[in-house]
């Protein structure tokens, strides 16, 4: 599926679903990775993550196109457009859009390091994800100074 099948498909729901037009841009954007899709505020444009599509087929895909058209002819009317407002609720409980999309193996970035700190003066150790620098910092507990003592890459 390429953009301008996409657009037509966004077209159909909406005229379908919501009885309202869709006057603006629907895309797929690769860059996305955690989420199905999103619906930009200033723009009115739809993007949709085209690896949904492609790992969980056309029904997640329109459940997807649903919920973003949730936001964009809410947002348009005035109402509730955010995913706590009753308006939202209520419009994608009528049109049975999807609430949450699946998760796509690989996508989330996990840290694959761990650096190991402690303090010189009273021996706290400090785990962290990411590299600190440690002239600026010191010991929460005893304000002493902290030094590296390890780093772990895995592989």
């Known amino acids: 599926m390429n953009d301008l099948e996409l657009q037509k498909l966004v077209e ?37 993550n085209p690896k949904q599509f492609e790992h969980f087929g056309l029904d997640a895909l329109i459940g997807i196109i649903k919920h973003e058209l949730c936001h964009y002819h809410l947002h348009l009317q005035k109402r509730g457009y955010r995913h706590q407002d009753k308006d939202f609720k209520d419009l994608l409980a009528k049109v049975d859009g999807s609430k949450y999309c699946g998760a796509i ?51």
């Open 105 to 155: 193996p690989g996508m989330r970035r996990t840290s694959q390091t761990l650096h190991i700190y402690s303090c010189t003066d009273c021996g706290t150790v400090f785990n962290r994800k990411r590299a600190i620098d440690t002239k600026r910092y010191v010991c929460g507990k005893c304000k002493g100074k902290i030094s590296k003592t390890k780093t772990f890459k895995k592989s």
């Open 12 to 48: 159909d729901t909406s005229s379908e679903f919501f009885k309202w037009p869709f006057k603006h841009r629907a895309i797929f954007n690769p860059r996305l990775r955690t989420t199905g899709g999103r619906y930009l505020l200033g723009s009115h444009n739809i993007e949709i």
